[in-house]
């Protein structure tokens, strides 16, 4: 599927994103790794849908932005997007932080999001749960509790670290960690105002989940009004990235029973 | 004139055998089971004892600093350890090397902590501002991308508290307090003297060298020390003025014994641990996201530097992280460091690691007794 890069300049803010398909548009929110580049998940998605892949502030090729203090500011941000790429009202899907920001941004603007897809979404805590902390590890440990197959690392690390890899990785988990660093990948907020979504929601999880244990995709199921689950079988944390096929085909007969 | 200072870390000293193999680090995840309380309240007093000791040996200050949570140093509040030395001291100056800002959530605290200090100890001490290291953001579940801001911020608000008439109104994005006053205010005019104790971002020496602020090497080798105070003096010159040997100090480990093949055998298995086991940090550890900008990420990089937790007992000693010797070998090493560097400023630390108290005390005694007084005349 042909893809293009582009920069949108949004309040100043330069931001990278990828665009690909046809159809309505899709847009998908990275994980905390990732950014940037275009992965199989995306290309089956075009196949349906026009996606829009942006990277977030300090992520990838979009620009750090000192004004990026918390999730507010990045939903905000993206919502001013949305307004640049004149899209009104778009389904949207993210993964892990971005299936947060995704969150964040349907209670916010409950408008401008049609169909909201959470897969391994963090923003919420649940007591006696335990996560696990991707401050505390080195990368290479951190990927491979991403995975519930260990050989599929190898899609997100470089070949060979360069200083400017090295930096990259650096800048990308300062951006994080302006997010996420305490509180810990939530917002005490968020938990109590799932329950504002309006969209119809689906909420995909990986059966084998070692970082945010499967737990939490039962408690989004039950907090948001309506919304359904889908478990995958054999399979961690980043789904799209390890059952990219399935992934994607689930996805889509979610999207489509709304956009057919 | 060179000032002496004895300076300690306050290490737990007794990691258990299998720390090699098992633990990744004596910070954050190592579990505080193996703090023994009893043994805890004979450490402290010991350590006390012993700057107690350097005072009356003829040490000009005493230096304490702030680490949490950790094997490597057990002083988590320096500013109570001063309290406890300011009593049982009347002539050494005392250095706080230093209170880490940004890991405190009121910075007037600090600053009410510092003068109360300062007025009970009659002007003696000497107040070191640093950040903190990385695993103390983990540690403190203190956002390390807002490290510089707070560090910055908490420094204007001390320093304003300290200077400026209160009630006033200061509004930051990190410390906000509408009625700043604080009761004491320090006795040393117009403040107690600001050092800044780094391993040396070139944001953090030039912001030292720009407040005219003493900075304070810690632990680097003598190459890196060298171009961090080279870095501080072409700073102060673009700020118009010459800094002075007052303004540069240099810490290290230091053991002093009879001759050289002793003192090397005597230190060695404590310059191990100070290095293998205290300062076992693993890099995530020590740089969390933000906590050193791009710009240090990348010169960080580019040196290709080894940390100093990976070097042999030798690498360490030609390095010049450490300077072990005879009295004669260590006024010469001390006499040659001087005259590269130009420092007014030296602070010893002298209990390194595990060492136990009898060499501790024999090495300090000697220094005092035969290093200072050479160093001193040759500096004339």
């Known amino acids: 599927m042909a893809y293009r890069s582009e920069f949108v300049s949004v309040g100043g803010t330069r931001t990278h994103l990828i665009r690909g398909g046809r159809g309505k548009p899709l847009l998908v929110l990275h994980p905390e790794f990732g950014a940037g580049r275009w992965f199989p998940y995306h290309d089956s998605l075009a196949a349906r849908f026009h996606v829009v892949a942006p990277d977030h502030p300090g992520f990838g090729r979009s620009s750090r932005s000192e004004w990026l203090r918390d999730i507010d500011d990045i939903v905000f941000h993206y919502v001013e997007l949305l307004d640049e790429l004149k899209l009104e009202r778009v389904l949207v899907a993210g993964t892990s932080v971005g299936g947060w920001i995704a969150a964040e941004l349907a209670i916010a603007r409950p408008d401008r999001v049609e169909r909201l897809v959470l897969t391994g979404a963090a923003g919420i805590k649940i007591d006696g749960v335990e996560r696990f902390d991707l401050f505390l590890h080195p990368i290479e440990e951190t990927l491979l509790h991403l995975f519930h197959d260990p050989a599929r690392i190898g899609a997100l690390l470089p070949a060979s670290p360069t200083q400017e890899t090295i930096v990259q990785a650096y800048r990308e988990a300062g951006s994080l960690a302006r997010l996420a660093w305490n509180p810990y990948l939530y917002n005490p907020k968020l938990d109590f105002r799932l329950r504002r979504i309006r969209a119809p929601t689906l909420v995909v999880w990986g059966e084998n989940d070692r970082f945010l244990p499967v737990d939490y995709a039962h408690a989004f199921v039950a907090r948001i009004p309506g919304a359904t689950l889908q478990l995958i079988r054999d399979c961690g944390h980043l789904v799209p990235f390890e059952k990219s096929s399935e992934f994607a085909q689930r996805v889509s007969e979610f999207l489509e029973n709304e956009a057919s | ?380």
């Open chain 2, 1 to 380: 004139m060179i000032e002496f200072f004895y300076f300690h870390l306050m290490p737990w000293p007794d990691l258990p055998d299998e720390f090699d193999r098992r633990h990744p680090s004596s910070w954050v995840t190592l579990s505080n089971r193996i703090y023994d309380p009893d043994r805890g309240h004979a450490l402290y007093n010991e350590y006390l004892d012993e700057m107690e000791l350097a005072e009356q040996l003829g040490f000009d200050g005493l230096g304490v600093n702030e680490h949490h949570q950790n094997a490597y140093g057990t002083m988590p509040s320096p500013n109570l350890m001063a309290a406890a030395l300011v009593r049982r001291t009347t002539r050494a100056k005392i250095a706080i090397l230093g209170n880490a800002l940004p890991l405190r959530d009121h910075p007037l605290r600090v600053a009410e902590e510092v003068a109360m200090l300062d007025v009970m100890s009659g002007g003696r001490i000497i107040s070191g501002f640093v950040r903190g290291i990385g695993c103390e953001y983990l540690s403190l579940g203190i956002n390390p991308t807002d490290s510089r801001e707070r560090f910055y911020e908490a420094h204007d608000l001390i320093l304003r508290a300290w200077t400026e008439e209160g009630p006033f109104c200061f509004e930051g994005a990190h410390y906000r307090v509408r009625y700043a006053n604080i009761w004491p205010r320090p006795l040393q005019k117009p403040h107690p003297p600001v050092w800044l104790p780094s391993q040396g971002s070139t944001e953090t020496i030039q912001w030292a060298a720009q407040r005219r602020y003493p900075f304070v090497s810690v632990f680097t080798s003598a190459a890196q020390t060298k171009r961090l105070v080279d870095e501080y003096k072409a700073a102060a010159e673009v700020a118009g003025y010459v800094a002075p040997p007052a303004q540069i100090g240099c810490a290290l480990p230091i053991y002093v014994a009879e001759n050289d093949r002793r003192a090397r055998t005597e230190a060695r298995p404590h310059i191990e641990w100070l290095f293998h086991r205290g300062l076992k940090i693993p890099a995530h550890f020590l740089l969390p996201p933000g906590y050193i900008t791009e710009a240090s990420l990348r010169k960080f990089i580019g040196t290709g530097l080894k940390h100093p937790s990976e070097l042999t007992f030798e690498e360490l000693e030609a390095g010049g992280y450490i300077v072990v010797g005879s009295p004669r070998t260590v006024s010469d090493r001390l006499s040659e460091i001087r005259s590269n560097l130009g420092f007014g400023i030296f602070i010893v630390a002298g209990r390194i690691g595990d060492m136990p108290r009898e060499k501790a005390l024999k090495s300090m005694e000697l220094f005092a007794r035969e290093v200072i007084p050479r160093v001193r005349n040759r500096a004339t």
